[in-house]
């Protein structure tokens, strides 16, 4: 026989039974309800937590962000329009701007030497465009007192604050464009007197050759040598002797027109090369020259020194027409010279 719940307080005036079954589906349903709540107020509590976490790590990702752009040694701009929109401090150090003078230009063409401009407007133009442009490339710009200054860039198209705009990094590289220059230099001239070396003397040989085929003109390789100049070092040191070498290196040059060169091939040896010279009588003129002013004595720290030359000449096309054989000829001639001066001496 089946047995019933009352809910009412009175059975027989509330009316309501309820079988043992359905009381506990209902307390299941209640108790799976009250579960999933649970759940989901932990599941959101957790997402929520986890949520403020990344938003705490973007909020220190970004403020590590800005202090890396706005301590970073290379230049960074954000140009939108033609204009400036951001500079960090390194860009207004480079330019001699002020951040707030950067932005108020009225493009970034004012920041660029007059000879780099077209084409950094056209990079510009070309990011923007979504065309390939140089990623990383060489420019001149200017400071704001108007003085130039080279500059690495590289660029990428970006948006900023919903619209197009390139994101530039600049560098600074005065000092590696002066390093380069000077080695460039010291690779083409005698550290000492600052006169071309051999290298750079064949390369002027070599173009003044062509120069006198075409023209159908002469020129004249001299070989000029210091006679007793070992004995100089000896007797008063290097460093007097070094300081002679660049007093005949004065007096040479004051002697030669800026059409001709001079130039040191080590130790006491010096090449002179004449360009357009019309006869052998204008090379004997110059290398008398030479003689008269190396005789005068220099004068060196209290000292007076004597220091006079060999010289050997050849004249092209009538003694050679290669660089080669004209330096050999004035230098066998200027041993002639000289194995002269030391039997008379």
Same mark, same amino acid.
């Given at each position: ?5 009352? @809910? ?8 309501? !039974?309820?079988?043992? /079954?359905?009381? !506990? ?20 509590? /957790? ?9 705490? /790590? ?6 590590? =962000? ?17 204009? @400036? *929109? ?9 330019? %001699? ?62 948006? !900023? ?24 230099? @010291? ?11 051999? *290298? ?9 050759? #062509? ?5 159908? #003109?002469?020129?004249? *390789? *001299? ?35 800026? /059409?001709?060169? @001079? ?11 004449? #360009? ?5 009588? %204008? ?9 008269? #002013? ?17 010289? %050997?000449?050849?004249? =092209? ?29």
């Amino acid at each position: 026989m089946e047995s019933y719940i009352r @809910l009412a307080e009175d059975p027989a005036r509330g009316g309501y !039974w309820l079988s043992p /079954s359905l009381f !506990w589906v209902g307390l299941l349903l209640v108790l799976t309800l009250l579960a999933t709540l649970i759940y989901f107020t932990s599941y959101y509590r /957790s997402r929520l937590k986890k949520q403020n976490m990344q938003l705490e /790590s973007l909020r220190e990702d970004s403020d590590s =962000f800005r202090y890396l752009v706005e301590t970073a040694h290379e230049g960074i701009a954000v140009v939108q329009d033609k204009r @400036l *929109v951001y500079a960090n401090p390194r860009m207004s150090e480079m330019s %001699g701007y002020t951040r707030t003078e950067l932005k108020a230009l009225d493009s970034f063409l004012p920041l660029i030497h007059p000879s780099a401009r077209e084409a950094m407007l056209a990079n510009y133009q070309k990011r923007l465009a979504g065309k390939k442009a140089p990623q990383r490339y060489e420019s001149l710009f200017l400071r704001k007192n108007g003085n130039s200054y080279p500059i690495e860039i590289s660029g990428v198209a970006i948006v !900023w604050q919903g619209k197009p705009a390139t994101l530039n990094m600049l560098t600074d590289i005065s000092y590696r464009k002066a390093v380069e220059e000077k080695m460039q230099y @010291l690779a083409l001239h005698d550290s000492l007197t600052g006169l071309p070396n051999r *290298v750079m003397l064949n390369d002027r040989l070599e173009q003044a050759i #062509t120069r006198a085929k075409r023209n159908n #003109t002469q020129l004249a *390789v *001299v070989f000029v040598d210091l006679n007793g100049f070992k004995q100089v070092n000896d007797t008063y040191g290097h460093e007097l002797g070094d300081l002679l070498l660049q007093q005949v290196t004065q007096r040479l040059k004051a002697l030669l027109r800026e /059409s001709d060169t @001079l130039a040191r091939l080590g130790g006491d040896e010096f090449i002179v090369l004449l #360009t357009d010279i019309k006869d052998s009588q %204008g090379v004997e003129k110059s290398m008398n020259r030479i003689n008269a #002013t190396m005789a005068e004595p220099f004068q060196i720290e209290g000292h007076e020194i004597h220091s006079y030359v060999s010289q %050997g000449s050849a004249i =092209f096309p009538e003694h050679g027409v290669t660089a080669k054989e004209l330096l050999s000829l004035a230098d066998k001639n200027m041993y002639a010279n000289k194995r002269d001066y030391y039997q008379h001496h």
